[in-house]
């Protein structure tokens, strides 16, 4: 039998990567992100220009600066309209190629073919990594990571080959990568980790001109770090007034970094939103510090023998890091697609220790490798049927956690715009229930009351609304729409003066100026009483 080429193998990663994704082909865009951020979003919507690709350039709009990323959507929207299998089939596209890749880097640093076969099917495989592929808005994931991992592949180049030519490659793939998501800006540091192993450079050369010849991109690091913090704070996703403090922030931090690679080994109840628990038992807080003392250390004293267990280990702890919420940035307690770039470090390790175990025995790593392959597969395509209408995700994230109440809502929100008002209306209740301090609970049972005409009660919700002082994203929201409950209650002035009020919170609203001038045209006296 002849030799494997690499070729077949890269053949091989990418035909395993879409056999559990290829359902999603037929999916819908739901309506968590995919509405505002790509259908309704005129910043994608109207497909690419030399407007659009600017403009990407300069908005933070939701809440992120990533030009790349609006670019690569608005091209989706000129090649496919809005036929949403094919912006999905894209994501899995890019998630072969990342697949395929990291395979290529694992040889490149000088792992043996089935190693490095075996890291590339765990990453494209394991169910944690659905969300980053199957969720549309998610394509920042899949291609922060094409531009993350060239980078690093592009860095080995110049590692070996010190030439202007590889380090201004390496260079542009960082900036591409940060103009993809935030997330990238932990690659220096990575690259020092591969200058301990397996580049061994640290042996070989002084640690200042190592650190030196990657000052630009530390700098370009933190220039990227600080656009993501104000991104956030002017989306409202750093409000203190929603987060839960910074004690309980670090506790769950703490917790989160072991939970992540529990759901590695056991990935069930997997959900796009964990909402952050009211309490967090002490007991886990300081298990979950055992074990991380304890990877830690075991890491560091075996770093000579069986280097893999530092350098995997040390990856997932930098990469997890900028989201692991010690600086809390929306109301997750953690989220799988945090995971994506993290885990490649733990598939490194387990790789290379399954290598170890194995030894020469190919047909064994061979069996290894065919039952990662299924056993993972079959948990992805079951995960990814989750994803294909916004009924089936919601349902099965409020199935698959507690107290969910923002699921709940959305899951309401579906049923209402089905027209099952009954069920709607009570799913919103319930949510309303489990949160009586969160002003978008009042604000999303008060729309739930509107479509079944309940006027007064829904002008009561949005009242409580109100008083609990809603994101300043929502509150012209608010405004209007108790403006409508107060209009269908035949009190136009009323009406009127909370329509003013929401214009004067959302000066851009279009809806809110016709709602206006209906409302001057159906009741000429109060324009003519000097309220225009």
């Known amino acids: 039998m002849g030799k ?42 109207g497909g690419i220009t030399c407007t659009t690709i600017l403009t990407s350039f300069t908005t933070l709009t ?13 091209l989706d929207v000129s090649l496919f309209g809005m036929n949403a299998g094919a912006h999905h ?30 890291v590339a099917l765990l990453f494209a495989l ?32 110049y590692a070996r080959n010190k030439t202007l030519a590889t380090y201004l490659t390496m260079t542009l793939c960082f900036m591409a990568a940060c103009m993809s998501k935030s997330m990238a800006v932990t690659v220096p540091l990575l690259m020092l980790l591969l200058d301990w192993w397996p580049l061994g450079r640290t042996k070989n050369e002084r640690i200042f001109p190592l650190l030196a010849e990657k000052l630009p991109l530390f700098a370009l690091s933190a220039a990227v770090s600080w656009l993501a913090i104000v991104a956030q704070k002017v989306s409202g996703a750093m409000d203190m007034r929603a987060h839960p403090g910074v004690a309980p922030n670090i506790a769950n931090a703490i917790r989160s970094t072991v939970i992540y690679l529990l759901k590695i080994i056991w990935p069930t109840d997997l959900a796009p939103l964990y909402p952050f628990p ?32 530092a350098f995997g280990w ?4 930098i990469t997890i890091t ?58 992805t395509y079951q995960q990814v049927g989750i994803w294909r209408t916004s009924e089936t995700l919601f349902s099965a994230t409020v199935a698959r956690t507690d107290n969910n109440f923002i699921m709940m809502h959305n899951l309401g929100d579906e049923l209402l715009r089905q027209n099952r008002l009954a069920e709607g209306v009570l799913l919103h209740k319930q949510a309303l229930n489990l949160n009586r301090n969160d002003p978008e609970s009042y604000f999303s049972y008060g729309n739930a009351l509107l479509t079944q005409h309940e006027f007064k009660e829904a002008e009561n919700q949005y009242r409580q609304a109100l008083q609990r002082r809603p994101k300043s994203s929502t509150i012209g929201k608010v405004y209007n729409n108790l403006a409508t409950a107060l209009l269908n209650q035949e009190r136009p002035s009323d009406a009127l003066e909370m329509y003013r009020t929401a214009l004067n919170r959302a ?3 279009k809806t809110v100026r016709q709602n206006i001038s209906a409302v001057l045209r159906d009741n000429p006296e109060l324009a003519e009483s000097g309220e225009k």
């Open 89 to 118: 089939l894209m994501n899995v596209a890019l998630h072969a190629a990342n697949a395929s890749i990291l395979f290529l880097l694992c040889r490149k640093l000088s792992f043996t073919a089935l190693p490095s076969v075996l």
């Open 62 to 74: 939701q809440g992120h600066w990533h030009p790349l990323t609006w670019i690569s959507h608005q």
């Open 507 to 509: 000066p851009n609203s």
């Open 314 to 317: 040390f990856w997932y702890l």
């Open 126 to 157: 394991h169910p944690l990594h659905v969300e980053s592929v199957a969720w549309a808005s998610e394509r920042k994931d899949v291609l922060c990571t094409l531009f993350f991992l060239l980078t690093l592949l592009s860095y080995l180049s």
């Open 322 to 379: 900028p989201v692991i919420g010690i600086v809390h940035v929306g109301v997750q307690a953690w989220a799988d697609r945090y995971s994506y770039i993290p885990l490649i470090g733990i598939f490194v390790l387990v790789a290379r220790e399954v290598e170890v175990i194995v030894g020469a025995r190919r047909k064994v790593a061979i069996i290894v490798i065919g039952s990662v392959t299924l056993l993972l597969s079959s948990a």
């Open 4 to 45: 494997v080429t690499p070729l077949y193998y890269v053949a091989f990663i990418i035909v395993a990567s879409f056999i559990p994704y290829w359902p999603i082909a037929s999916h819908d865009f739901v309506s968590y992100d995919d509405l505002y951020y790509i259908v309704d979003n005129p910043l994608v919507n």
């Open 278 to 309: 009211l309490h967090i038992p002490p007991w886990q807080v300081i298990l979950s510090s055992l074990l991380v003392i304890v990877f830690t250390g075991t890491a560091l004293q075996m770093r000579r023998r069986r280097p893999w267990l």
